[in-house]
């Protein structure tokens, strides 16, 4: 919980200002924010006009070398004349390069073939893992016993496995055509689709190790109040679905925490309830706009981690964080990117996390893959379950059923769910002097008596309130459907290896403790450990990211529609003091 005696000062480079009524904040229009500083290396566009698209290819594959020779990527993050990013050259996998000093290299074969993929007939039906039947039980442990028998050479042991996600999100790969440019999963669009592909051959794997070519894993169910527990078919000593390193105060009966919030104990229906909140927020009002929920565009010579869509940092990295050990130096397994593959739940997880890419596409009709060519065409290798390298595409994923698989439809509880403001708006007229002031006398209050400048760039060592303007007021429904009012917390600037976690509130003024299930919560950032540190001498360099957070339904919801600014608070939850936000803005997105 976040103590008032923490909430008063902001490192802000502000003179000294009078404290707001509540002593949680200073206030200031957000400046704006600096130019971005690129991500390592610096970059630099190679092209000079759009005539150069076909020549840009050429460049990428030979003369991108030369290029990049200099330490200087090519092409800018959304760049129309950008490239997919390619398959990484597996012979040029770094051994050293996790966080971790971890060597994740998977076993090199010069041949890759390109994967087809072909449907055996019969679909693989994922289902709850709560809800399995014994049969199924005995056949997934005997498959993930099998899988953990293997050599450790072979790509396809469940070491090997691990490695897969530590390679891709380690840092042991670069782009093809862009030495010392670090090739990452996370925190873009090809969240969604690495990992989907990357499940896809784990489960074959299993699959063929017990002669069964409709198994499928099952989904941790944890969107569901009676899935919201770590499963217990994990939680058996004596069986290969178990791993050691996990939180021991985690364990079933525990309820789920997607939002890692330490500061209170809430009952068990209430946890459930701020759960089901949080995945409305994620699912629905975060999640307007296809790089909202998806993440945002990541291109060929592009700056990693250009900002993470709503699944991805909530719940998913907050369900990371829950079930790793705290006791281990970086939150082992499932607590850090490179070990989070050691431990089954993992792929269990992540089922349902891909399943969440299903159930979003079905939740309304605006809720559409991108249709970008550099997604469509980013490839990646993977070990298939013939042990054969194989190349496979973004758009070759997008159907689970053409890669011969589907869901069991449960419930979705969490539709109705939308949350509800904290504070109980007044009208504004009843207010009598025995009555509590509105919201917007509230709100004027703060603003008038809060002072000082917020300087950007912030360090974020405790809480910080900054009014932003609004691009447009009084907005009409058919705008609203158009265009989703985002606010974007730009240039987040973090070392990737600690564990991290800031929230965002909107309107927060009676400086309370803002709960999943308020409105006035607008969502958060979360980083999983992860990272490269070729240099064990050096730090490891700071890397920088956005957050997008769709504020329209939440705008809605405070009845702040024709306001022209709005009051953002942040409130740093995990490694205090080691955030810097570069600015804050609302825009229009689509
Ligand atoms: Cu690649 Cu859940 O992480």
Same mark, same amino acid.
């Given at each position: ?104 290299? &998977? ?5 890759? /073939? !390109?994967?087809?993929?072909? *449907? $055996? ?5 994922? =289902? ?124 079933? &009966? ?5 939002? /890692? !919030?330490?500061?209170?104990? *809430? $009952? ?5 309830? =701020? ?124 159907? &689970? ?11 979705? *509880? ?177």
């Amino acid at each position: 919980m976040v103590g008032m005696s923490q909430l008063i000062s902001t490192t802000l480079s502000s003179p000294a200002s009078p404290a707001c009524p509540f002593q949680r904040c200073r206030r200031s229009q957000a400046t704006a924010p600096r130019r971005l500083r690129a991500g390592r290396p610096a970059v630099i566009s190679c092209e000079s006009g759009p005539s150069e698209r076909v020549d840009r290819r050429e460049v990428l594959l030979g003369l991108g070398g030369m290029c990049a020779a200099g330490g200087l990527g090519v092409g800018r993050r959304g760049d129309a004349l950008a490239l997919p990013i390619q398959a990484p050259n597996l012979s040029e996998c770094q051994t050293s390069g996790t966080s971790s000093g971890n060597n994740c290299c &998977p076993p090199y074969s010069a041949t890759i /073939l !390109d994967y087809k993929f072909t *449907p $055996t007939g019969k679909l693989r039906v994922r =289902r709850p893992a709560h809800k399995v039947d014994e049969a199924y039980l005995a056949k997934y442990k005997k498959a993930v016993e099998l899988m953990r028998a293997l050599p450790a050479d072979d790509p396809r042991s469940f070491v090997q496995q691990a490695n897969v996600h530590c390679a891709y999100c380690d840092g042991a790969y670069d782009q093809v055509g862009f030495p010392g440019l670090e090739l990452q999963v996370h925190e873009s669009w090809l969240f969604f689709p690495f990992h989907r592909l990357y499940l896809h051959f784990h489960e074959r794997i299993l699959g063929k190790l017990i002669g069964d070519d409709s198994f499928a894993l099952p989904f941790w169910n944890w969107d569901a109040p009676d899935g919201m527990i770590l499963p217990r078919i994990y939680t058996d000593p004596s069986s290969s679905l178990y791993d050691p390193l996990r939180n021991p105060a985690h364990q079933p &009966p525990e309820v789920l925490d997607m939002d /890692l !919030d330490d500061g209170d104990a *809430p $009952t068990r229906q209430k946890q459930i309830e =701020r759960n089901l909140s949080l995945m409305y927020r994620q699912m629905v009002s975060n999640a307007k706009t296809t790089p909202l929920f998806m993440g945002l565009p990541y291109r060929a010579g592009g700056n990693l981690k250009p900002g993470a869509g709503s699944m991805e940092n909530s719940p998913h990295s907050s369900i990371h964080i829950w079930v790793g050990d705290p006791s281990q130096p970086d939150g082992e397994d499932m607590g850090t990117f490179y070990a989070a593959g050691r431990d089954p739940i993992f792929y269990a997880h992540h089922a349902n996390v891909d399943r969440m890419w299903q159930v979003w596409k079905k939740l309304s009709p605006r809720n559409v893959d991108f249709t970008d060519r550099d997604w469509l065409d980013t490839s990646f290798l993977f070990y298939d379950e013939d042990a054969r390298l194989v190349r496979v595409k973004v758009r070759d994923c997008l159907e &689970p059923e053409k890669l011969g698989f589907t869901y069991q439809e449960v419930d979705i *509880p969490w539709i109705k769910k939308r949350a509800t403001p904290r504070a109980t708006p007044t009208s504004e007229s009843s207010s009598t002097s025995s009555s509590p002031p509105s919201r917007k006398k509230r709100r004027a209050k703060l603003l008038k008596s809060a002072g000082g400048a917020v300087t950007f760039p912030l360090t974020l060592s405790s809480v910080a309130c900054i009014t932003v303007k609004r691009p447009k007021v009084s907005r009409s429904q058919t705008d609203k459907d158009k265009e989703e009012e985002t606010l974007v917390v730009e240039g987040i600037e973090f070392n990737p290896k600690n564990r991290l976690k800031f929230d965002v509130y909107v309107d927060d003024t009676d400086a309370g403790e803002v709960k999943p299930d308020d409105s006035e919560f607008a969502g958060s950032f979360i980083n999983v450990p992860h990272g490269r540190n070729h240099d064990k001498k050096k730090k490891m360099e700071p890397v920088t990211t956005t957050l997008r957070l769709g504020i329209t339904d939440l705008l809605e919801d405070l009845k702040l529609d024709d306001d022209d600014e709005v009051l953002v608070t942040l409130i740093p939850r995990k490694g205090k003091g080691k955030i810097k936000i570069g600015g804050i803005r609302i825009e229009l997105s689509s």
